[in-house]
């Protein structure tokens, strides 16, 4: 028998920095607002003196277990897809705070090229640019409309960085706190790009160089460098995340109740509006009904796309027709992303177990449309990267390519370039496609009894040509930086389904055309007004940075929408049936 609980204003699906946020930020306003979590309530001091490479690196102790639940995944449409099985295939971030708690840090703003890439485009380039089938579109809102909701979220989490000097206009000159140390490592990369005629920085990190307290009150500690970052909690509560800014934020309203171990299965709806969702309390098994009078799915992209298409709200996304939009336009940065080149020294030795998960240089040269593109074979672009994460014991044995995987060549080479070798790479943008996106399995199910869901996904020349172009820049930098040998990564010709890195994105697309999108720019639901879908999944493509901050930011335009909605009902945003601006 299900239970109803009491209605509240709003119930929010998710607590990492999207769920996060909105629930600070509607609890600040006053409205009662239930957060649901499917994994284990965590807080700062779980985390402290926990350095286990083993446990969390090797063993994936804080992503999902896909024993209950996970996707299926197939290259094209006439093949059978199958599970991915194992968390070394995908990570998918649990526990309150999600991928916020876990996240390296690194943090960037997309360019305003992105936000209006079809209309700049065939600006510059002509349609003919793009490619046929492939799904561009602008996004529904502009950078400098984004602007405000950025600075936000930087205040919020305090980041450490300074300017980009290619990048858009800032409303506040400065970040937070100021940049992270620039190591020897991140001194030679910004040397040799300057000596090639670039203008790299330093990268954004929510790693703080300082101590900081964020405009709600919330302390953020200082960066020790101790290179437990990825796929760790923070040992200091020095990474900007959701359980040391927003949700400490939002408990302190009163009007905030945060459930654990609450698994959502189903948005409730009727009438054309939702009322609530059901959700398994996982510890006893018992079946909750929790009304509310505005739904936020703000979880993994996934679960977003998943719990729309398990609960009939939207039109499925049908690759023969290319009509409908939940699981359209499924992107993301894995697998043939972070592509690059790894440098090997004889005479430059540096630390590299000491480090932080965005301490780092940059480059955005070759990000979005700041170079010509009219004589490439792809479009959009991607940053250069040199990160110094911190080597792990266990995983740094990086050896020159053509050394054998063990025996004394291997050993000696082991050692001698273990603190010898540096790595570049290229983040490039990856483009939807007609043929790239989301549905329901018609055979695999959950714990459940429900269908997992599907991931269809091929690569094209743009994904291939990018990255190509991505690998030689990035050769070209460490040649400067005077390896003596370089290596260069091979780019796959087929995806291999495997879903590094956490970065997926897309499926309930943001735009200002109900035909080509599911939610408008404030995250709103074109078919029903009091469900708004804040995360990754409104991503139309993945630009070629990490998507943190536009994240956060999108979560705050949300919020600052779903109290419009409160206040007024209705759709926030008028659509424009004749800006139909895809491909």
Known sequence: MVIKRDKVDVVVVGTGWAGGIVSAELAKAGKKVVALER???????????????????????????????????????????????????????????????????????????????????????????????????????????????????????????????????RSSKNFPTPPM??????????????????????????????????????????????????????????????????????????????????????????????????????????????????????????????????????EPYDPKTRKGVIGRNFNGQFNITFRGVRGFFKDKKFNLYMGAGALGGTMSDFAGDNFDHTNLDFINGGGIELRQYGDGAIASNNVPKGTPRWGSEFKKNSLFYANRNLQLWYTPAIMPWWH???????????????????????????????????????????????????????????????????HYAGGVIMGDNPDTSAVNNYLQMWDMENLFVVGGSAFPHFAGHHPTATIGALAYRAAEGIEKYLKNGGQLVSEKQINKHVS
């Open 39 to 169: 994994g284990e309530k965590k807080t700062q001091s779980d985390y402290t003196g926990v350095k286990d490479e083993l446990r969390f690196t090797n063993r994936f102790e804080m992503m999902q277990n896909l024993f209950h639940e996970t996707i299926t995944s197939r290259n094209t449409l006439d093949e059978v897809a199958l599970p991915v099985r194992t968390q070394d295939e995908m990570m998918a971030g649990t526990d309150l705070g999600g991928g916020s708690v876990h996240w390296a840090g690194a943090t960037y703003r997309f360019l305003p090229y992105d936000f209006e890439i079809y209309s700049q485009t065939v600006e510059r380039y002509g349609e003919e640019k793009i490619p046929e089938g492939m799904t561009i579109q602008d996004w529904g809102i502009t950078y400098d409309e984004m602007e405000k909701y950025y600075d936000r979220f930087e205040k919020t989490a305090g980041l450490s960085g300074e300017p980009d000097p290619l990048g858009p206009k």
């Open 181 to 314: 140390k620039e190591t020897p490592p991140i001194k030679l990369f910004k040397e040799a790009a300057k000596k090639l005629g670039y203008h790299p920085y330093q990268v954004a990190s929510a790693n703080l160089s300082e101590r900081y307290e964020n405009p709600d009150g919330e302390v953020i500690n200082q960066c020790q460098y101790c290179a437990f970052c990825t796929q760790y909690g923070c040992d200091f509560g020095a990474k900007s995340d959701a359980i040391v800014t927003v949700i400490p934020t939002a408990e302190k309203t009163g009007n905030f109740e945060l459930r654990t171990q609450s698994y959502v299965r189903r948005v409730l709806h009727k009438d054309g509006k939702a009322t609530g969702v059901m959700y398994v309390d996982t510890r006893t098994g018992q079946e909750y009904e929790q009304p509310a009078n505005v739904v936020v799915l703000a979880a993994f992209t996934f679960t977003n796309n998943r719990l729309l298409l398990l609960s009939n709200i939207g």
């Open 436 to 502: 790239n996106f989301l549905d329901l399995d018609p055979t695999y199910k959950d714990d459940f009894n429900d269908p997992l869901l599907r991931v269809t996904n091929k690569y094209t020349d743009q994904d291939r040509n990018i990255a190509k172009f991505g690998v030689e820049k990035c050769k070209e930098i460490m040649e400067e930086m005077g390896a003596d040998i370089i290596d260069e990564d091979s780019i796959p010709e087929e995806f291999d389904h495997i879903y590094q890195g956490g």
